[in-house]
């Protein structure tokens, strides 16, 4: 050890000053005197310079701790800070819409001309009728025929904000005073007079190329207020002199549109969508009573059960109409979609990996999929989570086009499903919307989600929703209302 060479330096050292240098007579002293006097004070000096370096090697042993006890609350602090930033994210993820109310009219089933879903007590379709075909002022029947359904079934609908998605052909606010228009008559019609209620907000839902819940949130985003709204979607790509069903159009051969995009078709979609929120704030209006005042006096934590906002618009409701309202619980949730790019140019073994992220993505936005917290190489599952629930996804609905042509689509899709673990039959246990309802125009997506709704309801079950645009897709979710989330 280095002390040894240490003390036999100095004991060297020493012996030759106290022989040489001073002036002692050692042989005056017994054996142990001198033995002790040649051994203290290397020993001293040896001992002292072992107590410095531990003390020194003490110190410096508690600055390293401090600096890594810093360094490790440092880390911990941004593990923390980023892990609120990833919740948050995940949470601003998966905000859901609820719908309430699905009804599809004038649909032109192809096929076997008969709808993919059942009618359930909030879902229902409507068929195409060839009187309508030559209809000029379509959709005027069907829109009174749909509006009579849904105030009667759920007469709070009647103070419900519209939003509107209508043909590019024809102006917003034509659209709009078609639809104030024909509310108004209805509401004269009903049972109670109805018809001096003040005209209920109707914006236009912009058809941007966005998906349908992104555009749906956007609105629910800008208006806070709103509990729920009514969103109508209609368009007409059939020509008036010529119906459908006709033998020259079922004979005549396939345009380069119809490939992709269907027969023309016409539809309209009205759904009752509402804030995820609106569950509760029913639930807590109905546990404090008529007549609870809800404004600046109220206890903070009931203001956080009740917005102000929402509260002022549903506490001018008969009490009979929220708990109508309250009673047709929510059938489905929508869920944020996922988008990916497919260049042509890209292998398809490459497409394909896309995709798969892409579904595994909407997944994780719907929560029937897990996600991992990762923090410096560091591996946190999130407890709590919702566990891996994408295999109970049960139907597919999606727009890959005519069956003769979409080859190359359904086996990126199909493949991609599989590697992501939904095990579904993309042929049996889906619908291809442009086989099935064909072009639709603007409508068009609102009637594959109306139609997703109606399915959800039906089965209880998650459902898959694909939308192929020219140099990608869209990928999302609906799923049952009880569905963890």
């Known amino acids: 050890m280095w002390f040894i060479s240490v003390f036999v330096a100095i004991l060297l050292g020493w012996s030759a000053i106290l022989w040489l240098a001073l002036p002692l007579d050692i042989f005056r002293y017994s054996l142990t005197s001198i033995i002790a006097m040649h051994l203290a004070i290397p020993a001293g000096v040896v001992s002292c310079w072992m107590l410095v370096r531990r003390w020194l090697d003490a110190a410096r042993q508690r600055k390293a701790a401090i600096v890594d006890a810093a360094q490790r609350d440092i880390r911990e602090a941004e593990k923390a800070r980023q892990k609120h930033l990833f919740e948050e994210t995940l949470k601003d993820r998966r905000i859901s819409i609820d719908c309430r109310w699905a009804v599809t009219a004038d649909v032109v089933f192809h096929g076997d001309n008969k709808p993919p879903t059942e009618d359930t007590g909030q879902t229902a379709n409507y068929f195409y009728t060839a009187v309508r075909s030559v209809e000029p002022s379509w959709p005027r029947s069907a829109l009174i025929e749909l509006f009579d359904d849904l105030f009667n079934a759920m007469p709070g609908a009647i103070t419900l904000p519209i939003a509107i998605c209508g043909p590019r052909d024809r102006a ?174 890209e292998p398809s073994s490459q497409q394909v990996k896309r995709t798969e992220s892409a579904f595994i993505d909407a997944a994780t936005n719907a929560s029937l999929g897990e996600l991992d917290f990762v923090f410096e190489g560091e591996v946190e599952s999130m407890k709590g989570q919702a566990r891996n629930r994408m295999g109970e996804t049960a139907w597919l609905f999606h727009n890959a086009g005519d069956i ?64 192929w645009e020219e140099t990608g897709l869209a990928i999302g979710f609906v799923a049952p209302y009880f569905s963890e989330n």
């Open 172 to 345: 917003a606010v034509e659209n709009e005073s078609l639809i104030r228009e024909l509310r108004q008559t209805v509401l004269t019609r009903q049972q109670d007079d109805y018809s001096k209620l003040a005209s209920t907000d109707i914006m236009q839902i912009a058809d941007d190329g966005r998906s349908v819940h992104a555009a749906i949130n956007d609105v629910f985003t800008r208006r806070r207020d709103w509990p729920a709204i009514v969103v109508i979607a209609f368009d007409n790509r059939i020509i008036a002199e010529r119906d459908p069903f006709d033998v020259e159009t079922l004979n005549s051969s396939i345009s380069e549109s119809e490939k992709w995009l269907g027969k023309a078709g016409r539809a309209i979609s009205l759904m009752v969508l509402s804030q995820p929120e609106l569950v509760d704030v029913l639930a807590k209006l109905e546990e404090l009573g008529e007549g609870a005042p809800i404004d600046n006096l109220s206890p903070y934590w009931e203001k956080q059960k009740v917005p102000a906002g929402m509260a002022g618009h549903l506490t001018k409701w008969p009490k009979a109409w929220r708990d109508n309202f309250a009673s047709m619980k929510p059938i489905a949730k929508l869920h944020r979609a996922s988008f990916v790019d497919l260049p042509t140019e």
């Open 404 to 467: 003769s042509y979409c080859g190359d689509r359904m086996a990126t899709m199909s493949l991609a499903m599989w590697q992501a673990g939904i095990e579904l039959n993309p042929i049996d246990q889906a619908t291809n919307t442009v086989m099935a309802v064909g072009d639709c125009g603007v409508a068009a997506r609102y009637v594959w989600l109306s139609l997703a709704i109606q399915r959800v309801a039906q089965i209880r079950k998650p459902v898959l929703c694909v939308e």
